[in-house]
Every structure is written in C-alpha cells, then in structure tokens.
C-alpha cells in the first residue's frame, strides 16, 4: 500500500480543512488507516483512525466532536475533516495504513504507531490569523 496526503494549508482559527489520504493497491480496502500529527519539537500523536470497513471511527480526546475521519474505498481515499481548528492543531499531518487486515481493535491499538506499516508523506496544515 502506498499513500500520499494532501490538503494542508494556511487556516485562520475557527477554520475548516478537509485532509485526504490517497491509497494506491488492492488492499487499500482492507486496512484501517490513521492520522497522526507531529507539532514542531514535538514526537508525532494520535489523531483519528477509521476501521478497514469504515464502521468505527476512533478520535483523540482534543479532536472530537470538531474532527471526523471517512473513508471511499471506491476512490481509494480516507479523508479528515478538521472543523474549529486551533493554534494548538498545528502541525504537520501524517496518514498511515494498518500493517494487518482486517483489525478490529481498541483505539489503543490505532494509537500505537507501530502498528502502521505504510506512511504517507504528510501534508502540513498550519492555524494563524
């Protein structure tokens, strides 16, 4: 599987943004895919995960109710709406494919970053007025 995201960019706070995570290969469908971010000087978090059928969607606490992550298996892409962003949402966003199909696990499980195989090169989305 290979991923490229897009769709960062400058937004004033209490902006919108909608991220898209582009994947290439048959198994795209299978996987469940997240989003982490990485501030600068910071290690890179948790920040949404959808499972490989779309049902359950998993958020970090600072993101819910302003965040939702969708997936399109037939355009092969998984998106992040970011609505109300803040100062603090800044940072550089990474999307990655789950390195084994057909998880069904806890949102510990889509925290952990090493259970992501596949990386994209991450889209930076900055939050300023």
């Known amino acids: 599987v290979q991923l490229q995201a897009f769709g960062g960019g400058l937004v004033q706070p209490g902006g919108s943004l909608r991220l898209s995570c582009k994947g290439s290969?048959?198994?795209?469908?299978?996987?469940?895919v997240g989003w982490f971010r990485q501030a600068p000087g910071e290690a890179r978090k948790f920040v949404a995960a959808?499972?490989?059928?779309?049902?359950?969607?998993y958020y970090t606490d600072s993101v819910k109710g302003r965040f939702t992550i969708s997936r399109d298996d037939a355009l092969n892409t998984v998106y992040l709406q970011m609505n109300g962003l803040r100062p603090e949402d800044a940072a550089v966003y990474y999307c990655a494919a789950d390195r084994t199909m057909y998880t069904r696990a806890s949102r510990v499980y889509y925290s952990e970053e090493a259970n992501f195989a596949f990386w994209g090169q991450g889209t930076k989305v900055t939050v300023s007025s």
């Open positions: 290969g048959r198994t795209f469908s299978n996987v469940a």
């Open positions: 959808i499972t490989w059928n779309g049902e359950i969607p």
